[in-house]
């Protein structure tokens, strides 16, 4: 259980890491070393803090709240082994809604200092994310309908028990609905771009302006840890080979997520940033891939 | 025990009673009418609260009979357990806020008959708690009236202003709109029956003939819906429950619409007993369109209040929906999921009445403390009342059903009840339909969520905007206290259900024969999978990682250094009229559901050069389509209609004389 968790808080700047470099290398630059993101939370935690006069306690604990919150919720996603011994306190539905209250702090908290960059990272995180999550449940039960429980773990065994078949049309639409939400959730190009500070454009980032130090390091860093768990949703929703634990599972583990994390880096690459009311019609799209894979699977 | 109970019952009705009499009787004295009417109506709520617990428990119905006027016109009460768990809702809610109300109404005092009001609050009480408990049709409707009049005047309490007038009469008639169809469905009860009284409604009506069934059903789901605000009845509800005081719509908000969630379950699951399957569709269907329209139109709100009140609607779109998937098990004959699904609504029912009590005190505080429930005129005032905000926060987090607050675990358990509609059904429709409805659900959640990140961050975070919010002051100790009870209820119904499953598990074994328990978690066996939540589990864990963090942080690196500064505004300082407001901040909502707010934008740009503008005029306008697209074209028809039927008005006597003789042959023809 423990060791779970401080096994996706150690891993999560790595694969930060490794998207940042291939993503450096197919346009052409250098980009930075690998474990850069290591160093960047090592030197935010070291650094003094600045906080608005007119922040309140909120500013300060919500660092907290959001990374407890992100690593919660990281206990209830199988990665490279299915744990049953925890599998009573809850199911995906708790996962989303831990989700919901790391997104919810972080909205609040960027109104917290008055800036008019933080209220408009927060509204637009807020409206997105209302489409967002209907689009993330209908691709959940899409691929947990056949199994007909929406516990984590037991999915695993029942996919790969019950002849799982990727290549059912149902499976392949709920696999390219699912990968559209975690682009979305993971805040990244088309929907937000992560390396920006350009007010017309970001969303996340808008949202930490006003954090630094520590506050800034933690908030990232559970970021990170969000993007990490996203795409081990992901790998467990339609790749859970080898999944029986060992050392040998966790290897593989770390291979699917650099290769799905190398898939993200290259559609990074490969596209623009779409406008801000254009992304509404992204996870529409997303909603009505869910909504033929159950069809198909239902009437099938 | 069940003789200990019915004299605490009876003692809890004479306390109201009593407050509202007292309340009267010392209306002079402001202070001493305030007192003597809450602190009795507090004592009462505990009385009924711990009636209803022990009538819980020990499994016992009571009966009270109170007035015999002939023998067969009798005032009785009599507590089952469906009853005894509203009466538990009803009164856990109004001790909280009657103890609120003794600091809330030193506002009206000089203003308005503090009596009176006093008084008013008692009896709506006492009436809520009759309309719940009673067992015969026509005490249960007189009572009805009773609350919908008492409320109505206690909506009216401001009635200098134009706004409340008109929000009492759309209150007043709509009510009335509802109370006939409820009328309607007795009355087709009696005509089958033959009698008033409840338990033979739930001997006889049973084995009526579908079509009557089906018929009582609709009357029913009208008349009971337009109470609980379903959409597109719900047109009442973001207008009364701002024009009344405070603490009046916390009640009516919390619970008076519950009322109406009680008489449906009473209608459809102790007389009908059985029925069709589109029952369960159509409830399921209102309840979603409820929840996502009832928040869409709320998320765009300014005015706490009305937030709050769309809020109400959307929350009882969610208990529609768990109503109607327990319909649809019922008839599908799948017990332990109806059980499921029953227990879900009646957990949300006990928890929608927690939080929103809560949360309409507080915004009712922020209304004592500035004197405004704009929030666009608000801001921080978390600094100023430090308390109102923390409870206020966590209201909010229990309305977006955020764990570990109760507001999640019964959206947990209504989303289960949603899946599992489509994981045990063969029928490709409701497959397709229970995974739409939790897609739904999910929809609405995460829109309370950007509502109440804007109500709470306009209001309580960065600069206050005007004078009003710079002056505020934390509110008096009574009020505190009514919200930091219910806030200590909304934690505790969230990390410990067994609590709430001990008390509904005795209606769900009534109506089900399944028996739906835990104690520190919400376990639910199914035939193929065990599901299951434990917030308490969550919480400790959460908790241990919280710990371990910070621990771990201040060995590796020590305390934080923290220095303060100016917000970064692009060099320039910071001004209120910079922030975003409540308006700015649901601007993209706004214009994702472009079509559905009827949105019209006007910008006006003076100046010489369209890019460096001297002054920018920008006008956003919504309508509500329900009422434009719907109520417009009705009262529209039927004032055409009045005005066609107005020419055989004439106002000639013989022309009336004639009318009646035609009538009078007509009649004797169709007699022959």
Redesign the interface.
């Given at each position: 259980m423990f060791l779970q968790a401080v096994m996706i808080v150690l891993l999560a700047p790595f694969i930060q890491g490794v998207i940042k470099k291939t993503k450096a290398r197919m346009q052409n630059r250098i980009g930075p070393s690998i474990w850069q993101p290591y160093y960047d939370v090592i030197k935010f935690m070291k650094k003094d803090a600045v906080l608005s006069h007119h922040s309140s306690w909120l500013s300060i604990v919500t660092p907290y709240i959001v990374f407890v919150s992100i690593v919660t919720a990281g206990l209830f996603i199988p990665t490279y082994t299915v744990n049953n011994d925890w599998n009573f306190i809850g199911d995906v539905i708790l996962v989303v809604y831990l989700f919901g209250v790391a997104r919810f702090f972080t909205a609040l908290t960027a109104l917290d200092a008055g800036g008019a960059f933080g209220g408009m990272g927060s509204s637009r995180e807020m409206a997105l994310s209302a489409i967002a999550e209907p689009a993330l449940l209908l691709a959940l039960f899409a691929v947990c309908l056949s199994s007909e429980t929406m516990k984590l773990p037991s999915l695993a065994v029942s996919l790969t028990h019950n002849g799982w078949d990727w290549f059912t049309p149902s499976y392949g639409l709920a696999f390219f609905a699912m990968l559209i939400v975690v682009i979305a959730e993971t805040g990244r190009i088309p929907v937000d771009n992560p390396d920006t500070h350009l007010e017309l454009t970001m969303v996340h980032e808008g949202m930490l302006l006003e954090y630094s130090g520590r506050y800034l390091g933690l908030m990232m860093w559970a970021a990170q840890i969000k993007q990490l768990l996203l795409l081990s949703l992901f790998i467990h929703l339609f790749f859970p080979w080898g999944i029986a634990g060992g050392f040998v599972s966790f290897l593989l583990y770390v291979a699917k997520l650099l290769a799905l994390g190398m898939l993200l880096a290259f559609i990074e690459t490969m596209y623009a940033k779409i406008r801000l009311f254009k992304v509404p019609k992204l996870l529409g799209s997303s909603m009505i891939l869910s909504l033929m894979a159950i069809l198909l699977q239902v009437f099938a | 025990m069940e003789e200990f109970a019915t004299r605490l019952f009876v003692l809890a009705l004479f306390l109201f009673i009593f407050g509202a009499f007292s309340a009267l009787c010392f209306s002079r004295r402001t202070k001493w009418a305030n007192v003597l009417a809450h602190c009795s109506s507090s004592l009462g709520g505990l009385f009924g609260a711990t009636t209803a617990a022990l009538v819980l428990s020990t499994k016992h119905p009571i009966v009270v009979t109170a007035w015999t006027i002939m023998p067969s016109v009798v005032l009785r009460f009599k507590i089952d357990m469906l009853s005894a768990y509203f009466l538990f809702v009803v009164s856990f809610v109004t001790i909280a806020v009657s103890l609120y109300s003794l600091g809330y109404v030193t506002e009206y005092y000089g203003k308005k008959p503090i009596g009176l009001l006093g008084s008013g609050l008692n009896l709506f009480v006492l009436s809520m708690i009759t309309v719940v408990t009673v067992d015969h049709s026509v005490s249960f409707l007189i009572a009805w009236e009773l609350m919908s009049l008492l409320s109505f005047f206690l909506v009216m309490t401001e009635h200098e202003k134009a706004e409340t007038r008109k929000a009492g009469y759309v209150y007043v008639v709509m009510t009335h709109f509802g109370t006939v169809f409820i009328i309607l469905s007795f009355l087709t009860l009696f005509f089958f029956t033959k009698k008033l009284d409840f338990s033979s409604f739930g001997q006889t009506a049973a084995h009526l003939p579908a079509s009557v069934k089906n018929i009582v059903f609709l009357l029913s789901l009208i008349g009971f819906g337009t109470k609980a605000g379903m959409i597109p009845l719900h047109v009442w509800l973001p207008r009364a429950h701002p024009a009344a005081p405070s603490h009046i719509s916390s009640l009516m908000s919390a619970v008076m619409i519950k009322t109406a969630i009680y008489g449906l379950l009473r209608v459809n699951y102790d007389f009908l007993k059985s029925g069709a399957t589109w029952w369960g569709a159509v409830v399921l269907g209102i309840g979603v369109l409820s929840a996502v329209f009832g928040i869409l139109f709320g998320v765009a709100e300014n005015d706490m209040k009305r937030f709050l009140a769309f809020s109400s609607a959307e929350n009882i779109g969610i208990i529609f929906m768990g109503l109607g998937a327990s319909l649809l098990f019922r008839s599908y004959h799948e017990p332990l999921l109806g059980a499921l699904a029953l227990t879900a609504l009646l957990y949300h029912v006990l928890n929608h009445a927690i939080f929103k009590g809560l949360l309409f005190m507080g915004a009712g505080s922020v209304l004592y403390a500035t004197h405004t429930k704009n929030i666009n005129e608000l801001g921080?005032l978390?600094?100023r009342m430090p308390w109102t905000a923390v409870l206020f926060l966590i209201g909010g987090?229990s309305l977006?059903?955020?764990?570990p607050f109760n507001g999640?675990i019964s959206e947990?358990a209504t989303?289960?009840s949603l899946?599992h509609l489509?994981?045990s059904s063969n029928h490709?429709v409701w497959?397709?339909a229970g995974?739409?409805a939790?897609?739904?659900l999910?929809?609405t959640?995460?829109?309370v969520?950007?509502g109440?990140?804007?109500q709470?961050?306009?209001t309580f975070?960065?600069?206050p905007r005007t004078s009003r919010a710079a002056k505020a002051k934390e509110v008096p100790l009574a009020m505190r206290f009514g919200m930091i009870l219910l806030a200590g209820g909304t934690v505790v119904f969230g990390v410990w259900p067994g609590l709430v499953l001990r008390m509904t598990n005795r209606i769900v074994e009534n109506y089900f024969h399944q028996s739906l328990t835990g104690h520190a978690?919400l376990?639910v066996p199914f035939h193929?999978?065990?599901?299951?939540?434990?917030l308490g589990?969550?919480t400790i864990?959460?908790f241990v990682?919280?710990l371990l963090?910070?621990a771990l942080?201040r060995v590796?690196?020590g305390k934080?250094?923290?220095?303060?500064?100016?917000?970064?505004?692009c060099g320039t300082p910071?001004v209120?009229s910079?922030?975003?407001t409540g308006t700015?901040?649901?601007?993209?909502?706004l214009?994702?559901f472009k079509r559905l707010y009827g949105i019209e934008r006007k910008v006006e740009v003076q100046g010489e050069y369209v890019y460096y503008p001297k002054r920018i005029r920008h006008r956003l306008k919504t309508e509500a389509i329900i009422e434009t697209k719907l109520y417009r074209p009705l009262i529209r028809g039927t004032v055409w209609l009045s005005q066609r039927l107005r020419a055989i008005q004439s106002g000639n006597l013989q022309s009336y004389l004639a009318y009646m003789i035609i009538t009078l042959i007509v009649l004797l023809l169709w007699i022959r």
């Open positions: - | 921080g978390i600094r987090m977006a059903a955020f764990p999640f947990w989303f289960q899946l489509s994981f490709p497959k397709t995974g739409l939790a897609a739904a999910g929809l959640g995460a829109f969520a950007g109440v990140v804007k709470f961050g306009t975070l960065a600069l978690m376990y193929r999978s065990v599901e299951s939540i434990s589990w969550m864990i959460f990682l919280l963090l910070i942080l590796w690196v934080s250094n923290n220095h303060y500064d100016e917000t970064w505004n910071l209120p910079m922030e975003y700015s901040y649901s601007h993209p909502v214009m994702i």
